[in-house]
């Protein structure tokens, strides 16, 4: 039987300070099994000390996201197409921070992996194991 696992929260399982219940909910669990899944790995040469490398979908959303790490290997990866991309966090606040007219700030500088191929996506695919990448700036 092919059953997907839930997570199951009954009516009432937890309770304000206002003496309000919550109401039952069902939440559906992945599991991904590790077979079906792929691994990336990612190392950094560079001279900054603060910096947050961002998993994304070919869309454009973060899956992922790691700080001021120089090797990281990314696992249990839907075998999907992903982008990479590198924020340097002059600051250390751990978001991306825009220019400001103001106070004459320059927007944090980012950058994009790019294969020796000129490509900016990242194909994985079952049971496959990518990298190391190498993102140097």
Request: aromatic share 8%; glycine share 4%.
């Amino acid at each position: 039987e092919n059953s997907i696992p839930e997570l199951v929260f009954n009516k009432g399982f937890s309770i304000s300070l206002d003496n309000d219940s919550s109401k039952a909910e069902k939440k559906a669990i992945k599991v991904s099994l590790p077979e079906k899944t792929a691994t990336l790995e990612v190392q950094v040469n560079t001279a900054e000390q603060y910096f947050i490398i961002q998993l994304l979908s070919s869309t454009g959303e973060v899956q992922q996201a790691v700080r001021n790490t120089k090797t990281h290997v990314f696992k249990n990866l839907d075998p999907v197409l992903y982008k990479l991309r590198v924020i340097v966090d002059k600051n250390n606040n751990g978001i991306w921070d825009t220019a400001n007219i103001l106070t004459r700030t320059e927007p944090e500088p980012v950058q994009f992996y790019k294969s020796l191929e000129g490509k900016y996506e990242i194909t994985t695919r079952e049971n496959s194991d990518i990298g190391p990448l190498i993102l140097t700036f």
